[in-house]
């Protein structure tokens, strides 16, 4: 519970962080993970990150997700993303960052993947993308996560 807690309070500042910026150059993405291959079959996360886009084509992506098992493991993330314009309302990026998770216990890795946005609006896109994440513990599995959400664009 002291987990949900904490991350509920980083989710909040984050969000508060957020609209004090420049429209444009911040989003905040509420999320919903499909981790895969944890060892323990599926599990379901929910969480937000905040988008920022350093120049046109690239931008960072810390985030926070709970997740909703009866581990009530927590993962923190940061991504970056190198964003392509392939049509109108849509945008493919290839992304790499770091995480940390405890799904069995605190264990970092690299995250490495790519995802798609389409713009339903001039303020929203819906998002997904894939991420593998080969962690740093001898023993851990390597999750694969599907990722979709949404961005709202300040």
């Known amino acids: 519970m002291k987990k949900f807690v904490l991350a509920i309070i980083a989710l909040v500042a984050t969000s508060a962080a957020v609209s004090a910026q420049e429209q444009g150059e911040w989003s905040v993405a509420p999320k919903f993970n499909i ?18 886009s350093i120049t ?10 709970y997740m909703l098992d009866n581990k009530s493991a927590l993962e923190i993330a940061c991504d970056v993303h190198y964003v392509f314009d392939v049509a109108d309302r849509w945008n493919v990026y290839p992304m790499a960052g770091l995480t940390a998770n ?50 709202f664009k300040f």
Request: proline share 4%.
């Open 35 to 52: 981790y895969t291959n944890t060892g323990d079959g599926v599990v379901l996360g929910l969480g937000a990150g905040m988008r920022y």
């Open 56 to 65: 046109d084509a690239v931008r960072i992506e810390p985030s926070f997700i």
């Open 102 to 151: 405890n799904i069995y216990g605190w264990s970092s890795g690299v995250n490495l993947g790519a995802g798609v946005d389409f713009a339903i609006s001039d303020s929203w896109d819906i998002t997904a993308a894939v991420k593998w994440q080969p962690m740093f513990a001898d023993d851990r599995t390597n999750p694969v996560l599907i990722q979709i959400g949404g961005s």
